[in-house]
């Protein structure tokens, strides 16, 4: 199984809200990733978990908060956002290692920020 | 001058055609790339992957590295509509944490 899922596909939210994205691999991966992606552009990291652990935070603000309950899950929160934030989020996943492992991708959620 | 630069096109080929496909890179410390391709509103599905310099070849897709030149492309050979799609490279160097450094992406239509 080489499937990185994530829900929702779509959300839509209002600058006061609060709401989670959700992502999920069973390819036995202990790295985990958060990308942020705007139109005509290429992925932006944002996050690595490696082992659970937060190892790479790329400034990204603190209205994005992440979390790995297990070596299977990832979480991303939201709270307070701003319409520039509307974007697609990606998560992905890889073995852990000296760089250059391949990471796979899921299909994204679609985020908008109203 | 970004460290990895790919042509956005858009680039145009009738089908059937052989698609060459590049990037261009300035830190010679990556030694580890890929080909990523993604469709419209959909995450990027990985298409290749290659370790230093070489030819790696699946089905109608061959990658090309040459470390000295600083140049990695993907070929596609017999190309068809459902090719169309931007195609990402990507790259790291050892101990890069597995950070990835991607190319900007080359949007490709393949027309009937």
């Known amino acids: 199984d080489t499937e990185v899922t994530q829900t929702p596909k779509h959300l839509v939210m209002g600058m006061t809200n609060k709401k989670s994205l959700k992502c999920e691999q069973h390819?036995?991966?202990?790295?985990m990733y958060w990308y942020k992606q705007k139109a005509k552009k290429p992925p932006e990291l944002m996050f690595v978990?490696?082992?659970?652990?937060?190892?790479i935070n790329e400034s990204v603000p603190s209205r994005f908060s992440p979390e790995c309950p297990n070596s299977s899950l990832l979480n991303l929160h939201l709270h307070a956002l701003q319409p520039e934030d509307s974007a697609l989020y990606l998560c992905?996943?890889?073995?852990?290692?000296?760089?250059?492992?391949?990471?796979?991708f899921g299909p994204g959620t679609r985020l908008t920020v109203l | 001058q970004k460290e990895v630069e790919q042509d956005p096109g858009p680039l145009s080929v009738p089908e059937g055609a052989i698609v060459s496909l590049n990037c261009t890179y300035s830190?010679?410390?990556?030694?580890?790339f890929m080909w990523y391709r993604q469709y419209s509103r959909k995450g990027p599905e990985l298409l290749m992957y290659?370790?230093?310099?070489g030819n790696k070849e699946d089905g109608r897709f061959t990658a090309q590295v040459d470390k000295s030149s600083k140049y990695i492309s993907l070929f596609i050979r017999d190309s068809q509509p459902s090719d169309s799609a931007t195609y990402l490279c990507?790259?790291?160097?050892?101990?890069?944490?597995?950070?990835?450094?991607f190319g900007t992406g080359t949007q490709l239509k393949v027309e009937l």
């Open positions: 830190n010679s410390a990556f030694q580890y």
């Open positions: 978990y490696s082992y659970e652990k937060l190892s």
């Open positions: 990507a790259m790291s160097p050892p101990g890069g944490g597995n950070k990835l450094t």
């Open positions: 992905a996943s890889s073995q852990v290692g000296q760089g250059g492992n391949e990471q796979f």
């Open positions: 290659t370790y230093s310099s």
């Open positions: 390819m036995g991966h202990r790295a």
